[in-house]
């Protein structure tokens, strides 16, 4: 392959990226043919020794998602870097899937926990409008103390969701690491 055909594909691949970014690393890879050359080396020694543009460019977006996670953790962007440490290997679909959807369940679980016992006195008055004679005190004090219990739920899964999301994000950064080869033992 040579530089122009290595060039394109590896900035095909890379589309996702904001275009200043994509410049630089590119400009970065147009240098790697410049100094091969230089030292006497064809643009098919260089491409090979570089490797796959499109691993690379799989690589690349696996770190820079996983970097704007760091930044700022929303969801779309877990969402991006779970995706793109997924391709880095058919390994990763078990490895970063499973435990991804495991704790997904969990945070989802819980939201939906928190947001349900809050909401549960309009449950009982929504009971009371279509059902009067069914009625109970008993009812509306328990949804009350329900909606109590609901607000500290909800408090603490926004804790154990920054908590859950930052420690995913480590195993996300551990992983890429890992695939791509850059774990060195002491």
């Given at each position: ?153 909800t408090i603490g899964m926004l804790f154990a969701t920054r908590f859950i999301l930052k420690g995913f ?18």
């Amino acid at each position: 392959m040579n530089k122009e055909t290595f060039i394109n594909k590896l900035e095909k691949a890379l589309e996702k990226l904001p275009a200043e970014e994509r410049q630089d690393i590119l400009e970065d890879f147009y240098e790697h043919f410049h100094v091969g050359m230089q030292d006497g080396k064809t643009e098919t020694e260089i491409t090979s020794a570089l490797g796959s543009p499109n691993q690379i460019a799989k690589e690349i977006l696996a770190t820079y998602y996983l970097d704007r996670v760091e930044e700022k953790s929303n969801v779309g962007d877990v969402f991006r870097a779970v995706w793109a440490v997924i391709g880095l290997g058919f390994f990763n679909l078990v490895i970063v899937l499973g435990p991804f959807i495991g704790l997904l369940g969990c945070i989802l679980g819980g939201w939906m926990a928190g947001i349900a016992f809050i909401a549960s006195p309009l449950l009982v008055l929504l009971d009371f409008a279509l059902y009067p004679e069914s009625f109970q005190l008993f009812d509306l004090f328990f949804s009350v103390a329900l909606t109590g219990l609901g607000i500290f739920i909800t408090i603490g899964m926004l804790f154990a969701t920054r908590f859950i999301l930052k420690g995913f994000t480590r195993y996300l950064s551990y992983n890429a690491k890992l695939v791509k080869g850059g774990l060195k033992h002491a």
